[in-house]
């Protein structure tokens, strides 16, 4: 894991078909531009992911942070072309080694996800089918793309298993998906998303459910495996502390913007953006002195906006400690705000030079 | 006898035991056959725990899933009997209660959920939910005054009491972890059992819910069972903190000790799991001291039960077999065939319990023969290493 | 950063914040033109059944041998939708056979829900023995076949006398029907009290001192009736073809009076013979009622539903 800045590669670009090549280190796999979502309800037209844009470089890992509600689910399931039928992307491009996905049709966008793109959700129980073997669940995609024989699955079942470290491979891929814990089914989850050996793996909160203990233990794994395979790993969630020791870069999310993007030492060590000040500072600390003044625990105050009830201007400014007149008209841009890192404020010299000083 | 008019919230001075566990256990039995169920065996949920609640204070109950954490919580909420020990409610025991007395007993010791989308009943409005303990206890409140009651609950949660018409759909997590809080205040309980209160939360709305619990333990001198698997949530809210391991507590102690001189190794595993937001120091390369999952509590290890998974008996074993005969890589046969007892860490091996003991109960105990050897210091910045561990070891054995 | 000490404002859903669920539901319902047009299906139908001679001013009894087969000859006509074979007026027998045909459906459907409920709740919800004895009688009624059963109840009430009322003509083949038709919704809902009870929702209740009844009609209840409902619009189908061939056996309704079941059954024997409308005719007022009661089932689960709101 290397932390300088991302390389751009963009030569890969011109008339790549996407199939697949060696991933070199710094390639950029995956690039998402100005990606908007809406949804169709009873009420309206609700705009839940509204020009976002990130990049998914080979070897790197992608945290896309922010609360329940902010789209950060949405867009990689857009990404995905698994939206449920009331949304529709209504904007922007996900380019994958140059082919749009976007804007391919829905059954051959799932078939180039398929290969390339796999995605660990978040309810590891859910996701499987409680009537099949562990066995035959990995190899499924496996047979029905290459045609593999039934023992070559199973050999390739066992070792996917050995992989994501589940103990005693061989005979766990004859057990239920009932007989596994929690954290043991999620590395199966994740083995299933490894198993046509994707270049880019997005994983939807995929600790949430989890004990600390195991969900220190598949963080691990899930950096050791993006490693290894020189992979681009997005991972979704809603606590900052979780991702900071595997990211390197990472997208903070509100209202179904990016109102953040740095690598991830420069936004913990000074945060451009209030929100991810506030996220940061909310974040559960062992070491005593995670209280402000008065001895309470900081907390980001009131909740995120229901989407198609956000707020005018900047979308934060109801929560912000820095909001100011301008906050409530203008809807900042994402600027830079120092070399190689943006942020959506209208203060965010403020806020990074506070954060220094 | 009975003393059924309970006393106020505001009796008692704090420091008063409210709430006392005492060897107690509580198993599930294995059935197996459709037409008839023969037992094959029991599953020890929680297996002997011994726990003192007092008033306007905090303790802190941490471990993973299936550390019998929950089972405890609802045999003290009374949803589950004991198949031993003891439950005493302001020095009463429940067990020897009639019926009636229970009933009433029960609103002393109220719960508060880990899911706040599963914990209300989707069908009824907020007013409906949190006026329920209302009319299942005629009595808390009369009939008049319950509308009233429940915009009063509604406002010291921090909700809008307008808002009592709505349904539990139309909040977000956070809202609706007031409203749960505000529904097990209704009938004026002393003791709250948080389960989890916070983990279903977004991170950035966990501190809240917390703040919210310490405001009203400071407004109406509750006090709190504070159930968590993570020690982080745990550490600003609780005075004192106890460690489950597969039905037992291994390590118990007030606040600062259990986490700056943590002496049973798998307290140090679980504080070595807490993510740590700082890029920094977090990095990949931190110790991780914890591996796979806790054996089935319907076949728990002999001896110590964590000696499977022990990072230091692992050690332990490792060094032993490098200047003895022993075999690599196993762990020390007392880990194996002892079952250690809750002993100040720094004392050594003594032969009595400390519930048998007269004196006051000491402050900080651990349940491990090698608790002496847990390297001391806060675990991001210990010296904890194989040389040191197996130095001092050498001079144990 | 404190925390704001104002409640914070719940400014998700605004929508009927102080209306009634009840009045919330007719708020919603009125809003889907499919609901209005199965409600209108709906009461055309009670007010056939309930006053058939609105409809018809010949006698379903009165079958003249030469008239029969006639086709459909249209309003104003002596036999507007024709004649069966035996001479007998279609539209006649069709506003006079709904009254028994739908009283029966209603009776049977709302007993077998009834015991089936009932059953299903307590056995899901206390299991044990309670729960052993429901479902060895819930297996035991699912293995008899229906016939044999109305068999043999023919041969007990065979003669016991039954008078001429409307409930009276009905009073068998609802009892038969009833015993054979509970199981389903016993199993439905013990499955959702088996999933429901386990809530946390349920388990506070409990913690708060609740007795047994007041979490199975308050907590359990609600959420677990939800698939029968959705069973019932079907199951009233089911009925009122079951009860034609009951009426082979002579447990149907009995005569004089006349059914969907039974005009349905016999309109089938002529379809291929030029004369579909003896078929078409029953049969499209028993899907008419079918559809709007299925439109109307779900848009009532729906309104009941607050997180639909």
Not at chain 1, 49 to 75: F, N, Q, W
Not at chain 1, 264 to 278: G, I, K, M, S
Not at chain 1, 306 to 326: I, K
Not at chain 2, 234 to 246: F, K, T
Request: some cysteine; charged content about 20%; glycine content about 10%.
């Amino acid at each position: 894991m290397t932390t300088s800045v991302p390389v751009d590669v963009r030569d890969r670009e011109s008339e790549d078909t996407g199939d697949t090549g060696p991933r070199d280190v710094g390639e950029t796999l995956l690039e998402v531009d100005d990606l908007a979502v809406e949804f169709r309800g009873d009420d309206g037209v609700v705009r839940a992911v509204d020009g976002l844009g990130y990049r998914v470089v080979a070897g790197r890992t992608l945290a896309l942070v922010g609360e329940s509600g902010c789209g950060k689910s949405v867009s990689s399931l857009a990404v995905m072309g698994l939206l449920p039928p009331a949304a529709r992307v209504t904007r922007g491009s996900a380019r994958f080694r140059g082919t749009d996905l976007l804007a391919l049709p829905p059954a051959r966008h799932r078939e180039h996800c398929g290969r390339h793109v796999a995605m660990v959700f978040q309810d590891a129980l859910a996701a499987l089918n409680p009537v099949h073997t562990v066995g035959y669940q990995l190899t499924e995609a496996l047979r029905a793309r290459t045609g593999a024989s039934r023992r070559d699955a199973r050999r390739r079942a066992v070792e996917l298993l050995d992989l994501v470290k589940v103990p005693h491979a061989a005979q766990r891929v004859h057990e239920y998906p009932h007989q596994f814990s929690g954290g043991m089914r999620q590395r199966v989850m994740i083995a299933s998303a490894l198993a046509l050996d994707p270049d880019v793996l997005i994983a939807d909160e995929p600790t949430t459910a989890l004990d600390v203990t195991v969900q220190a233990q598949v963080m691990q794994l899930l950096a050791e495996i993006q490693a290894e395979r020189n992979m681009g790993l997005v991972l979704i969630t809603h606590d900052l502390g979780v991702v900071a020791g595997v990211a390197d870069d990472v997208t903070v999310m509100y209202a179904g913007r990016a109102v953040e993007q740095a690598p991830v030492r420069e936004l913990y060590e000074a945060p451009a953006h209030p929100y991810t000040r506030a996220l940061l500072r909310s974040v559960p600390r062992l070491a005593g002195g995670g209280t402000d003044a008065d001895g309470r625990l900081p907390v980001v105050p009131g909740r995120p906006p229901a989407p198609g009830r956000v707020p005018s201007g900047c979308a934060f400014h109801p929560r912000c400690d820095l909001a100011r007149d301008v906050c409530r008209t203008d809807v900042p841009p994402l600027a830079e705000a120092a070399p190689g890192r943006s942020s959506a404020c209208h203060f965010s010299a403020e806020v990074l030079g506070g954060a220094r000083g | 006898m009975a003393e059924l008019t309970r006393p106020s919230p505001d009796a008692g001075t704090p420091g008063d035991v409210v709430l006392e566990v005492r060897d107690l256990a509580k198993s599930y039995p294995v059935r197996r056959g459709v037409v008839l169920k023969r037992t094959v065996g029991q599953v020890q949920a929680v297996d002997g725990v011994n726990l003192t609640l007092r008033r306007g204070r905090t303790l802190g109950l941490v471990g993973e899933s299936g550390s019998g954490k929950s089972t405890l919580a609802r045999v003290l909420v009374g949803i589950e009997r004991p198949t031993r020990g003891a439950v005493l409610v302001d020095g009463q025991d429940v067990s020897t209660m009639s019926r009636a007395e229970r009933k009433h007993l029960r609103r002393s010791v109220q719960m508060v959920f880990q899911d706040p989308y599963t914990s209300l009943n989707p069908r009824m409005s907020v007013a409906e939910i949190v006026g329920e303990p209302f009319r299942i206890h005629p009595d808390a409140v009369p009939a008049g005054g319950r509308r009233r009651a429940v915009a009063e609950l509604l406002e010291l949660v921090g909700l809008d009491p307008d808002h009592a018409n709505r349904y539990p759909h139309q909040f977000s997590g956070g809202q609706r972890q007031r409203i749960g809080v505000a529904r097990a205040l209704a009938v004026k309980p002393r003791v709250l059992v948080c389960d989890e209160p916070v983990s279903a939360l977004d991170v950035s709305v966990q501190g809240q819910v917390i703040n919210l619990l310490e405001d009203l333990q400071d407004e109406l001198g509750l006090s709190y069972l504070f159930i968590a698997h993570d020690l982080a949530v745990v550490r600003h809210i609780a005075d004192e903190v106890a460690v489950m391991y597969l039905g037992r507590v291994v390590e118990q102690g007030v606040g600062p000790t259990v986490y700056e001189a943590a002496s049973h190794p798998y307290t140090r595993a679980l504080l070595s799991a807490v993510p740590v937001p700082d890029p920094g120091a977090a990095a990949a390369s931190r110790p991780l001291l914890l591996e796979g999952d806790p054996p089935s509590p319907a076949d728990p290890p002999s001896g110590c039960r964590f000696h499977t998974r022990c990072w230091l008996a692992h050690q332990i074993g490792a060094a032993r077999a490098n200047c003895a005969d022993g075999d690599a890589g196993s762990v020390p046969e007392r880990c194996r065939t002892q079952d250690p007892a809750l002993l100040p860490p720094d004392a050594p091996s003594a032969p009595a319990r400390p519930d048998e003991e007269t004196g006051p109960a000491p402050e900080h105990v651990a349940a491990c023969h090698f608790a002496d050897l847990v390297p001391g210091g806060a675990p991001d910045t210990s010296s904890r290493t194989s040389t040191s561990t197996s130095t001092s070891m050498g001079a144990d054995s | 950063m404190p925390e704001p000490t104002t409640p914070e404002v719940a400014a998700a859903v605004d929508v009927a914040a102080g209306r009634s669920l009840g009045a919330d539901a007719w708020h919603r319902l009125r809003r889907r033109p499919d609901v209005i047009v199965a409600v209108v299906v709906v009461a055309f139908f009670a007010v056939v059944a309930a006053v058939p001679t609105l409809f018809t001013s010949t006698d379903p009894q009165r079958c003249v041998i030469g008239d029969s087969k006639i086709h459909p000859q249209g309003f104003g006509a002596t036999h507007p939708f024709g004649t069966d074979a035996h001479g007998c007026d279609v539209l006649a027998q069709l506003a006079h056979g709904a009254r028994p045909s739908l009283l029966l459906a209603f009776v049977v459907v709302g007993a077998s829900v009834v015991i089936g409920v009932v059953l299903g709740l307590l056995a899901g919800y206390y299991l044990g023995w309670v729960d052993g004895i429901v479902s060895r009688v819930i297996e035991v009624f699912l293995v008899i076949p229906l016939l044999l059963a109305a068999l043999l109840l023919l041969s007990l009430f065979r003669n016991v006398h039954v008078g001429s009322g409307t409930f009276d003509v009905i009073l068998l083949p609802a009892i038969v029907l009833t015993l054979f038709a509970w199981m389903g919704y016993a199993r439905y809902v013990r499955a959702s009290v088996l999933e429901a009870k386990n809530l946390d929702y349920v388990t506070a209740a409990r913690a708060l001192g609740a007795s047994d009844v007041r979490i199975m009609l308050r907590h359990v209840l609600p959420n677990a009736v939800g698939p029968v409902t959705a069973l019932v619009p079907t199951a009233i189908a089911g009925v009122i073809s079951a009860e034609a061939v009951l009426a082979f056996l002579g447990i149907g309704v009995r005569p004089p009076a006349v059914s969907w079941g039974i005009m349905i059954t016999r309109g089938s024997e002529w379809v291929t013979g030029g004369y579909a409308y003896l078929l078409l005719f029953p049969l499209g007022c028993l899907v008419l009622t079918v559809l709007a009661l299925v439109v109307l089932g779900d848009a009532l689960r729906d309104a009941l539903d607050p997180r639909l709101r």
